[in-house]
């Protein structure tokens, strides 16, 4: 695990703080280790400017170390063996990364969505496993506490893909449901436009609404796992929560206003964190 720190993983994971000093100091190198893992994967996907034949490889090589470990055979680099010994300790299926690397060559081949049911079933792959990948760290992984941490993980995904319509769009990527687009009447000429039309800011506050009530329908996970994990996930869907307040106060023009969380944002999320437990175990 040496040169893999959680800090390295918190600051590529924008707006929410997965992995951050709020979780009790004995899960943060195996957390560290699962996120350095799954964005080196991501970035395969969406960095640097290898073809989509060389993006594809280097994933199918990610999927081929997973086999490695399965077969109880070392792998060959770094980072996969740093994962080895934490699948074998807190018993993680190796189908939630191969879910994950799944997801990421998805985003190589496919970059429109025909419908909601489309975009959640990436969600499934590209955010779910990694919410339960923690549960299983955390040793809570009951059938509801997964259900309540698929809302949330799909939730924030949702909220990442809402916030970033206009990078997406540089990368000729549409999370959007087509169907949904058609029915606001917003076409992919004004998205290139980049003008928050009457029209799509109706049709984002249908999205973010959407994933807000996701995300709220989670949201009992933070205060059924006690203690700092309790308020990690707290404070991970308050500040989901926040950006799409954020986008909203923008009036849904994410083309020139891209919500960021400030520092001048997290002494009142962490607080209304804490006192969200307190109030629930009163």
């Known amino acids: 695990m040496k040169g893999i720190t959680p800090q390295q993983t918190v600051e ?17 190198p195996a957390v560290a280790v699962v996120y350095h893992v799954a964005r080196y994967a991501d970035d395969l ?4 400017d290898a073809s989509s034949a060389e993006r594809l490889a280097a994933l199918d090589e ?9 077969r109880g055979e070392p792998a060959l680099t770094l980072r ?3 994962l080895a010994p934490v699948v074998a300790k807190y018993a993680i299926p190796l189908q939630l990364f191969e879910d994950l690397f799944s997801a990421f060559r998805q985003d190589v081949i496919k970059t429109r969505y025909q419908d909601f049911g489309e975009v959640i079933d990436y969600c ?11 549960l299983h760290i955390f040793g809570q992984t009951d059938s509801r506490q997964l259900a309540l941490s698929d809302g949330i993980c799909s939730a924030l995904q949702l909220v990442n893909f809402w916030q970033d319509v206009a990078i997406d769009w ?10 949904d687009l058609q029915r606001f009447g917003v076409t992919e000429a004004d998205l290139a436009k980049g003008i928050a039309s009457p029209a799509f800011k109706q049709l984002m506050s249908f999205e973010c609404d959407r994933a807000r009530r996701m995300l709220r329908a989670g949201s ?12 990690e996930i707290r404070t991970i869907v308050l500040a989901a929560d926040r950006v799409l307040s954020k986008i909203k106060l923008a009036q849904y023009d994410v083309f020139n206003a891209r919500p960021t969380l400030t520092r001048g944002d997290w002494p009142n999320i ?6 969200s437990g307190i109030t629930k175990k009163a």
């Open 45 to 48: 996907a969406d960095e640097g």
């Open 220 to 231: 009992p996970l933070g205060v059924q796992l006690l203690g700092r994990v309790g308020l």
């Open 124 to 134: 499934r792959r590209s955010a779910n496993p990694v919410g339960r990948i923690l």
């Open 80 to 82: 996969f063996q740093a």
């Open 12 to 28: 590529h994971y924008e707006n929410f703080p997965v992995g951050s000093f709020l979780l009790p100091k004995q899960y943060r």
């Open 62 to 70: 990610c999927s081929a170390e997973l086999q490695r470990i399965a």
């Open 270 to 275: 962490l607080w209304q964190a804490l006192k």
């Open 170 to 179: 540089q990368k000729d990527r549409v999370y959007l449901p087509q169907d």
